[in-house]
């Protein structure tokens, strides 16, 4: 059941109520009476607990998509890493570490306490479910609902472990107000997590009639990357699979084309389309017997519905999905301003054109207004928020010019003009040569190739039309190629480096990537195929997490390779150019694999002490035990 739909119901029921009950004496009237909303008036019934979990869900939109103009929703993703960072200097998911990853900031703090705030609901739930006497339709209702709920608990613990390390478990209610959690471990976070997913995978249904809910196989799917987690390779392949095999339902790669715009054989560039684009197309995301079969959980994302209490950006809740403002660049506001008596007599000129109004050209003036609307960068609210990193945009490509994924058909490098085209390196060549003495690499931060994947080609010159549409899309959150990418990994554990390689080319086949081979295969070549197919949509900081010195990786000679997101950073991650501080980035440490934790958090638990994250405000926690 939509939650907003079973409250405005409720509404709709209790003004009823008051207008049949508006004739009542004054006395009746006006007596006071007292109302209680607590675990005893509450989940009291089947939809009670449907309506309780739809809170979880809720969450999970606000988590996800609530903040996509700047940093905060990609922090999961990995904004800051080696795929994506913000396109500030400074600033959490930027890549200066030092001053945006801190205890005290406000993201940091919003990613821990939000996350606890859904698990002390779930909990409720849990024991409602398990204590109360509550009329079940059937026991497999009662099972199935507790199989949500256990999943739901998981998913967010699984976040919290990715982001902050070992964490405090709380699985029961309490009845005051704790003050004295304890940290457990990272190991011992993963067991916890990893026997509710074994519950919600024996319980939870195979379908669901609303999409975005959870089914079986998104809890397989997080089993698997847990039991990855946990050194148990042998589990992590039963459970992917049963996804893959249809034990979990009927899922498989899209390898024909499908969806709203199928017909459509060549983009508007003449580029032959392929399955994998069919896959971000506005009304394709979620999980379709007649459509799109390798969605398994998608997040939901209401845009319009304002007036009826739809959610969408928590900020500007009435507004679009602003993933295409905030990761494609403005390039039609490039013509930067500059002054230097060496250059136009003094007076002020532009950078990359004679006008503001104008973008550059072979030597010719083009109006911005004969540019093709849909070959540019789009504004964002604050303009673009998140720059892909030179190791996505290019270095990950090399070596195969065959990978649909990479094509100019996804990450399009060209500029196209009416009189023709130029890449977007060139253009910024022309600009410091012709004026080398203003122009610098700063001047080139809001400018890379637009990423269609998250971006729609219709756009007209004005919002009237069939022709304008927004990126109005739901986002992936378990998609059936990381499902082939995580058995990969398990076999990669356990040394089978064939049988890895067989998973991993079933994903590349069917953007038309060469196959590798058995000696292909290691841990950098399939964090490299997870970027290829999964850019903003992984969870890259819990990938790159778990895998950094990981205890249960220790003797495993495939997968233990140390502090795999500080490397990985430090080698692929964006230095931030012309920085006006002089630092270097990015300037990550090595103990931030893991966030801190926040500051407020620690202060509050008084009743017992809790140590921070080594490396954070002197603190002395070491996560890789």
Partial sequence: MDLRKYIFETVAVAILLAGATGCESDDKFLKEKSYTLNTSTFYNSPADIEMALNYGYARIQYML???????????????????????????IGSTNFVQGLTSSDGFVDHWFRNQYYVIYDINKVI????????????????????????FLRAWFYRNL????????????????????????????????????????????????????????????????????????????????????NGSDGDYHLMKTRFGSRASETVDRYGHTLNPYWDLFQVGNQNYS???????????????????????????????????EAAFNSNIRYQ?????????????????????????????????????????????????????PTNYFLYSVWKGDKYDFRGSETMIQKNTYLISGNKTWPQAIKEAFQKY????????????????????TDKRGTSTAGDSWQQYDVDWYIMRLPETYLLRAEAYLGKGDLATAAADINEVRARVGAKACSAADVNLDYILDERARE????????????????NPNLAGNNHLNKGNVLVDRVKKYG????????????????????????????????????????????GGTYDNSK
């Fill in 436 to 455: 080398p003495k203003v122009a610098t690499a700063a001047d080139t931060v809001g400018i890379w190739p637009r990423l269609w994947k998250l971006s």
């Fill in 289 to 323: 017997s007649s459509g799109n079969k390798e969605a398994i959980w998608v997040c939901q994302y209401n845009y319009g519905t304002y007036s009826i209490g739809g959610g969408g950006n928590s900020w500007w809740r009435c507004r679009y999905n602003q993933a």
């Fill in 161 to 244: 472990v990715g982001l902050f390390g070992g964490v405090p478990i709380v699985t029961e209610v309490s009845d005051g107000i704790p003050i004295d959690f304890p940290r457990s471990t990272r190991t011992e976070c993963w067991q916890t997590i990893k026997k509710d997913l074994e519950y919600a995978a024996a319980y939870l249904p195979k379908t669901t009639e609303h999409p975005g809910r959870a089914v079986r196989a998104a809890a397989d799917h997080l089993l698997a990357e847990v039991c990855n987690s946990l050194g148990d390779f042998d589990g992590a392949i039963a459970a992917a699979t049963r996804v893959i």
């Fill in 534 to 549: 999964l850019f903003a949509e992984e969870h890259r900081w819990v990938t790159l997490s778990r895998l950094s010195n």
């Fill in 335 to 387: 013509n930067r301003q500059k002054t230097n008596p060496a250059y136009n007599n003094g007076k002020p000129f532009n950078l990359y054109s004679d006008s503001a109004i104008y973008i550059w050209t072979d030597g010719k003036k083009i109006s911005s207004s004969g540019l093709r609307p849909d070959s540019l960068g789009t504004i964002g609210v604050y303009g673009p928020a998140l720059r």
């Fill in 65 to 91: 998509m609530g903040v996509m103009h700047n940093n905060c929703s990609w922090l999961l993703m990995g904004a800051g890493l080696d795929t994506f960072n913000g396109t500030g200097q400074n600033g």
């Fill in 574 to 617: 964006w230095n931030y150019p012309n920085a006006t501080d002089g630092i270097t980035r990015p300037n990550i440490g090595d103990h931030q694999y893991v966030f801190p934790l926040p500051i407020g958090f620690i202060q509050a638990n008084t009743g017992s002490v809790i140590p921070q994250n080594a490396g954070y405000d």
């Fill in 127 to 150: 024991q409602a479910i398990d204590t109360k006497n509550i009329a079940w339709t059937t026991e497999t209702q009662k099972q199935e609902y507790r199989a949500e709920a256990l």
